[in-house]
């Protein structure tokens, strides 16, 4: 079924063109406007057959990540810097206590439980991390081609920015751009008799009507 979204952009607030998604019910159809990150106000189910315009879901440039995908991305990171507050503390543990034996059987397994956590806690929240940054295609979970491309839309076209405001910096790109944009010189050919300009096309002249 194709559905007509009617929404607005959840990072900005500000009103979406409406646009269309195909999916096999309303739900879907909300999940997928959300990936696209769209706050959805109104679902219109379309007439079967209804041709796809050119605002269609495929053709709507993603250019923001989703809200669940940030959250999931800070909750990652959030993980990972606590899983690295924990394995740098075993150090200075290690130091506060150097040459200090008294319970030292307690305090290394203190240190060790510690570590062991907060690498465990370093690598699980870089990998949700990941999957916030990139989606689950895009970073690799999933196996889609198709889904991994829409995933990492946002940071293609960003990338893509970025070489296009480099380029619009450089003077060469400048001046080639300066030199397309300008007019074409006119020419003009000159009357062997009367010495009147005529266009460089004209096979007779404009003025004494002699043949160039």
Known sequence: MRYRIIGHDASSGSPVEPFFVDADDEEEARSRAAELGTVVERVEEMPHGTPA?????????????????RALYYAGGILALIGLILFISVFFTGA??????????????????????????????????NIGAK????????????????????WSRMAGGVVQDALAEVDVVKKV????????????VRCRKCHAL????????????SAM
Do not use: T
């Open 177 to 188: 751009e300066e030199r397309l944009e300008a007019p074409a010189p006119e020419v003009k």
């Open 198 to 209: 005529n266009e460089e096309s004209a096979k007779f002249c404009n003025q004494c009507g």
């Open 96 to 129: 506060a206590n150097f040459g200090n034996f008294d319970h030292f059987h307690e305090r290394g397994q203190s240190m060790a439980l510690r570590a062991i956590s907060g690498m465990v806690l370093m690598i699980i929240g870089g990998i949700i991390a």
């Open 135 to 154: 989606g689950l295609a895009g970073a690799g979970v999933v196996l889609d081609p198709e889904k991994a491309r829409a995933d990492v839309e946002p």
């Open 53 to 69: 315009p050119r605002n269609s879901a495929s053709n709507n440039p993603r250019r923001q990540i989703p809200p669940e995908r």
